[in-house]
């Protein structure tokens, strides 16, 4: 199967399950830096998921006739303009866009006003991304009030409007072979660039050289961004969840905590790992950063089709809550420690998330109230970690050590494939690369 057709693929299951119904599938709109310089230009996932086209100011219409398998695929794109090519560079315009990315049909995105109320005419729902962007919203009732006008001459309008990520997130969750592929590679890029990270790192370099280390590795290698804001947090700032300032100065004896990853052709990775900024762990920092290993492994051994969830992150609390207990920064039994969750002082968020296109990646965790069971061709990723804040009743060499360690996992029919595998995780792995 060709790229162009797992796009084509997914928009005829898509349809399939919305019979006598239109979706509006708008890719992200550019965004004004300052002045007349954008952002970067990121498209929107749903759409790019159906149709592999990356470039803005498109829409990608489905419209399901009531027939069975009776699908047209419409995308709304830039017209070929050789002049704006001239300052913007290559657009492909509706009809070489209709040709490469296996459209029924293609139309200048100006007409988008013009032809939307016909294909909604007779039909009985609306799919959209309904309170994702007000202005969609607005456009879409106007369209939809347009067709009412018609209601004289025998046209009947759409009656609901439905959420297409409900069916688009189900999809998203199971990935197939062209979406492992990439995601492998990204996460070997990223493995890369945490494996140099941890090489360059010295005593008095600042937390923004490191992160150039990692962002040089992902451009060399093909990833021309990060998939989120990298987080290179020296000593106390490894305590802060989402420290992106990134621009502390490095010390001897601390811990640095590295959350980076990059995105490749649409699809994240996502790697943490914590080191020792001059090469070796105090007897401390290597108590707490077992501690934390100990726990990534037991949850990943519940990394299986049929486990829930759920049961990874309690297999990782079961773990650290033992090991508060341990080094006394929680008192009590481990099953009173997790009833009363004094364990949420020292690790406050879950132990993974879906990983895929987006770093945080569609789909529910719970379907009617029940954890979600885990099945092949899942992603996600599994990130316990400990976080010990100056305080009182706190032993003072426990201070200011944070350690996270984040592996992107596979689900697979017999377990799991530890996608990040080959980036160092054991103490003696890690104290041999930085020597």
Not at 375 to 394: D, F, K, Q, S
Request: with cysteine; net charge negative; proline share 4%.
């Amino acid at each position: 199967m060709t790229d162009i057709e797992h796009y084509v693929a997914r928009r005829k299951v898509m349809a399939a399950q919305m019979q006598n119904s239109v979706a509006i599938v708008p890719t992200a709109p550019e965004r004004l830096r300052n002045r007349d310089a954008h952002y970067p230009y990121r498209f929107d996932s749903y759409f790019y998921y159906l149709t592999g086209f990356n470039e803005p100011e498109a829409v990608l219409v489905v419209v399901a006739e009531s027939e069975k398998d009776a699908v047209r695929h419409i995308l709304f794109c830039r017209d070929k303009d050789i002049e704006r090519e001239i300052w913007d560079g290559f657009r492909y315009g509706p009809d070489l866009a209709r040709e490469k990315f296996g459209f029924d049909e293609a139309y200048s995105i100006a007409k988008l006003d013009e032809m939307l109320p016909g294909l909604l005419a007779d039909k009985g729902a609306v799919y959209s991304a309904t309170g994702h962007d007000p202005v969609w919203d607005g456009r879409i009732a106007g369209w939809i009030n347009q067709v009412r006008g018609q209601s004289r001459s025998g046209v009947t309008a759409p009656t609901e409007i439905r959420d297409y990520r409900t069916l688009l997130d189900e999809m998203r969750l199971i990935k197939d072979e062209s979406e492992l592929q990439i995601m492998r590679r990204a996460a070997d890029i990223s493995v890369q660039a945490h494996r140099r990270a941890m090489q360059a790192t010295q005593p008095e370099k600042y937390e923004y050289e490191v992160e150039a280390e990692l962002l040089y590795t992902f451009h060399r290698l093909g990833a021309r961004a990060p998939a989120y804001s990298s987080i290179v947090a020296g000593g106390g700032n490894a305590c802060v969840l989402h420290y992106i300032e990134n621009n502390a100065q490095l010390k001897s004896g601390d811990l640095l905590l590295i959350d980076a990853g990059c995105e490749l052709d649409g699809y994240a990775s996502d790697i943490t790992r914590t080191f020792p900024v001059n090469g070796q762990f105090s007897p401390a920092q290597k108590d707490v950063y077992q501690l934390v290993l100990s726990a990534q492994q037991a949850a990943i051994d519940k990394v299986r089709p049929g486990n829930t969830w759920n049961d990874l992150h309690q297999a990782a609390l079961q773990v650290l809550a033992q090991g508060f207990i341990d080094f006394g920064l929680c008192q009590g039994s481990v099953d009173s420690v997790l009833e009363s969750e004094d364990y949420k002082r020292f690790y406050m968020h879950r132990t993974g998330h879906w990983l895929g296109m987006d770093v945080h990646d569609a789909g529910e965790y719970k379907q009617q109230g029940q954890w979600r069971e885990l099945r092949p061709g899942m992603t996600l990723t599994v990130e316990p970690g400990c976080y010990i804040r100056p305080a009182e009743n706190v032993p003072k060499h426990f201070w200011d050590i944070g350690v996270r360690i984040e592996d992107d996992v596979l689900v697979k029919p017999d377990g799991s494939e530890l996608l990040t595998i080959a980036a160092p995780k054991t103490v003696k792995e890690i104290e041999e690369l930085m020597q």
